[in-house]
Nanobody, 128 residues
């Protein structure tokens, strides 16, 4: 079993920055993927970014490329999402998740259906 807890959300003005953290406990992600997804009110869950825990490809949604950076801390078993140049459209609940397997493609590593373990989420609100 894997348990996930997100932190770092809050209210920020447009153009500001936030750093989200996802603490992973229980079974190590090993060769699986850890991802950030977000869900705004009334909208479907949307992929943000993912990385393979043991190293390898990192993926970003086009909407956040150049503004968001995903990283991991091996010693603390945490995954971070550094968010810069935030826009009102980034307002959502942000969830971290761990995949069921070692995804072989970007499509796999960005699909919510490939991720079995989810955290409760942290709210990010960007005001204009």
């Amino acid at each position: 079993q894997v348990q996930l807890v997100e932190s770092g959300g809050g209210l920020v003005q447009a153009g500001g920055s936030l750093r989200l953290a996802c603490e992973v406990s229980g079974r190590s992600p090993d060769n699986r993927h850890v991802a950030w997804f977000r869900q705004a009110d009334g909208k479907e869950r949307e992929f943000v970014s993912s990385l393979r825990w043991d190293g390898g490809a990192i993926y970003y949604a086009d909407s956040v490329k150049g503004r968001f950076t995903i990283s991991r801390d091996d010693t603390k078993i945490k995954v971070y999402l550094e968010m810069n140049s935030l826009e009102p459209a980034d307002t959502a609940v942000y969830h971290c998740a761990v995949s069921d397997r070692d995804c072989p493609s970007a499509e796999c590593a960005s699909s919510p259906t490939e991720f079995h373990y989810w955290g409760p989420g942290t709210q990010v609100t960007v005001s204009s």
